[in-house]
């Protein structure tokens, strides 16, 4: 007799995938009309003064993609936790020159939509969109211009700064220079308006910390080809006789943002003595070998996704993202006054891998940060310094403090 086993087995098989299927039919179908959850979409502008740049060193040449790349990384760090809570954020960034008018291109920004943007412009650039902005209910967020003026006398309450101050950055220097008790500074400063400021804050800074500069030397530039007439001969004859006849002193201070003379100045001084400021060792609100406090997580997902090193504007672009992804994530929309309005609360507060939460200054929307200071290869040291202390925080012996500041918000 033929055995029945194989047919049942078939049969029973068969009815079970006729079971499975139409019992998926109605789930398919009420997965269709199941309504989709809308997704907010945040816009985030980038306005960016742009053209190629020149340097004593070709390795200080600044990355094509310098500050715009971090803000990218942010844009992923939020698109990360946005896809859990139906949020987007792209990125729109837009190139303009060094002293073209800003206010064409920022309208066509305005125009399509762009009400948070980050700027990395010149102060005259900003000040001159600034207003413009608050009419349109935009918020700025200036991550490259370090000018003091932009956080006093030009201040603007819809502007915000994850850039650092001159005066702060010198201040971190000073900070850890008295502590090393070297206090007998020589100030070699260049000719263009962006030394002489910076030469300002070493001077303030100097006078606010207890040291002493000794000599001032101004380096003109007189124009000359980088390339070709600063050979390693040449400056090495030049250096020394530049830094000749200098009364005692314990470091060298160099204020040469313009990048004329600056990195040539270590090693090459008449007197052997420790080269600070511009060139030596430089403050910065970064420092790409940074690792402490997490960093290796942010510089690891940075070099991933760039294949280069992280570099201070790259970190403070990226630190404005994230405050807008916060605050977008925490008031569950991107309504810019409730954005404004979540920022600038008493208990805000951003995580930004330098070992404390960083938060904004009420009288001038100023980021509160640690300063890094470092070399070619290194963090040295991080400033506020042990032993500087303040009433209300340590970060604030850093710039220009609330007694002393000229901004009055408008």
Not at 159 to 166: D, G, K, M, Y
Not at 201 to 210: H, L, N, Q, S, Y
Request: glycine share 6%.
């Amino acid at each position: 007799m033929k055995s029945m086993v194989p047919n049942t087995l078939v049969f029973l098989f068969g009815f079970f995938l006729l079971f499975v299927n139409v019992s998926e039919l109605p789930a398919q179908e009420a997965s269709a009309n199941k309504p989709t959850k809308a997704v907010t979409e945040t816009r985030i502008g980038y306005l960016r003064a742009y053209e190629p740049q020149l340097a004593l060193s070709v390795l200080d040449i600044p990355p094509r993609d310098e500050g715009v790349a971090g803000a990218n990384v942010a844009i992923n760090d939020n698109n990360t936790t946005g896809k859990f809570l139906g949020q987007s954020f792209t990125l729109d960034a837009t190139e303009t020159k060094f002293d073209a008018d800003v206010v064409p291109v920022f309208k066509e920004m305005l125009a399509r939509g762009d009400r948070f943007i980050l700027t990395d412009i010149s102060a005259k650039q900003l000040l001159s969109i600034a207003d413009i902005a608050k009419e349109n209910g935009a918020l700025l967020f200036n991550v490259g211009a370090t000018d003091d003026i932009l956080r006093e006398g030009g201040c603007r309450s819809n502007v915000f700064h994850t850039a650092p101050t001159r005066t702060m950055l010198a201040d971190g220097l000073a900070q850890y220079l008295v502590w090393k008790q070297w206090r007998r500074w020589v100030l070699l400063y260049g000719s263009h308006e962006r030394d002489q400021l910076y030469a300002d804050a070493i001077r303030r800074a100097a006078t606010r910390f207890g040291a002493t500069i000794v000599e001032e030397r101004l380096y003109e530039d007189k124009g000359s080809a980088r390339r070709t007439d600063t050979g390693v001969i040449q400056v090495q004859k030049q250096m020394p006789v530049f830094t000749q006849n200098l009364p005692e002193h314990d470091v060298v201070v160099v204020a040469d943002e313009s990048e004329v003379f600056g990195s040539y100045v270590p090693y090459r001084t008449w007197t052997p003595r420790p080269v600070a400021g511009t060139a030596g060792l430089i403050p910065s609100s970064w420092h790409p070998a940074s690792e402490q406090w997490g960093g290796s997580q942010i510089q690891n997902r940075f070099d991933k996704a760039t294949g280069r090193r992280m570099l201070s504007k790259d970190m403070q672009a990226w630190t404005a993202v994230r405050i807008l992804g916060e605050a977008v994530t925490r008031t569950k929309g991107n309504d810019p006054s409730q954005v404004e309005a979540f920022i600038k609360a008493d208990d805000f507060s951003i995580a930004a891998f330098k070992g404390q939460k960083v938060t904004f200054r009420t009288w001038n929307w100023q980021l509160r940060q640690p300063i890094l200071l470092g070399d070619n290869h290194a963090v040295v040291s991080t400033s506020p310094q042990e032993g500087f202390l303040h009433q209300f925080s340590e970060l604030d012996t850093l710039g220009v403090d609330r007694p002393e500041t000229k901004c009055k918000l408008n």
